[in-house]
């Protein structure tokens, strides 16, 4: 996730996330310099790879909210069920990391760009792709908004996010749509 300093200094730090009906969900430590920055300016950027290759990448930009009244980590099921070996490799149990990482943030998508590959050749990071394509969406914020009126169908979400027929827009967005718990 990227924040931005009161100096105008963008600080980008990897967050673990979780994909859900609100948007984005992470759980920080307690008085760290991105919250103090996303108190500051919600606006933030954040850069996701949706395959292990680093290819298929969504780029986006939204704003971001402390919730103070979340539940922890511990509780959140899908968080927990993504996270379990990662906690564990850092040395936490899933209660200690919760204790640890209490503060809740929610970033709301506003823009974001995709780059997908057409090929596994061409996800291969350093090697330009022959099938690779990049495409913006000026503003997806309607469609977010409207995601109530979308219900839980993902099919759904994924035609109103795709801004048209953009097929490797869908492609990368629907692994978000598909997946309740994020990307990989």
């Known amino acids: 996730?990227?924040?931005?300093?009161?100096?105008?200094?963008?600080?980008?730090?990897?967050?673990?996330?979780?994909?859900?009906?609100?948007?984005?969900l992470i759980y920080s430590q307690p008085n760290r310099?991105?919250?103090?920055?996303?108190?500051?300016?919600?606006?933030?950027?954040?850069?996701?790879?949706?395959?292990?290759?680093?290819?298929?990448?969504?780029?986006?930009?939204g704003r971001a909210r402390i919730v103070e009244d979340a539940p922890p980590a511990s509780e959140v099921e899908t968080y927990v069920e993504k996270y379990r070996d990662s906690i564990a490799r850092i040395g936490f149990?899933?209660?200690?990391?919760?204790?640890?990482?209490?503060t809740a943030v929610r970033v709301t998508p506003?823009?974001?760009?995709?780059?997908?590959?057409?090929?596994?050749?061409?996800s291969i990071p350093g090697r330009p792709g022959r099938?690779?394509?990049?495409?913006?969406?000026?503003?997806?914020?309607?469609?977010?908004?409207?995601?109530?009126?979308?219900?839980?169908?993902p099919a759904r979400v994924r035609r109103s996010w795709s801004c048209g027929s953009h097929a490797r827009d869908t492609r990368v967005l629907s692994l978000l749509a598909d997946n309740p718990a994020g990307l990989p």
Do not use: H
Request: hydrophobic share 30%.
């Open 110 to 122: 506003g823009r974001w760009w995709t780059r997908s590959s057409t090929t596994a050749e061409d």
């Open 93 to 102: 149990e899933v209660e200690g990391f919760a204790r640890e990482y209490s």
């Open 33 to 61: 310099q991105k919250l103090r920055n996303i108190a500051r300016n919600p606006r933030v950027g954040l850069n996701l790879n949706s395959n292990d290759r680093g290819g298929d990448v969504v780029r986006l930009e």
């Open 131 to 153: 099938g690779s394509g990049s495409r913006r969406c000026a503003n997806v914020s309607r469609a977010w908004e409207g995601r109530s009126r979308l219900g839980a169908d």
């Open 1 to 24: 996730m990227t924040t931005v300093c009161s100096d105008g200094q963008p600080q980008t730090v990897p967050v673990w996330f979780l994909w859900d009906d609100e948007g984005f």
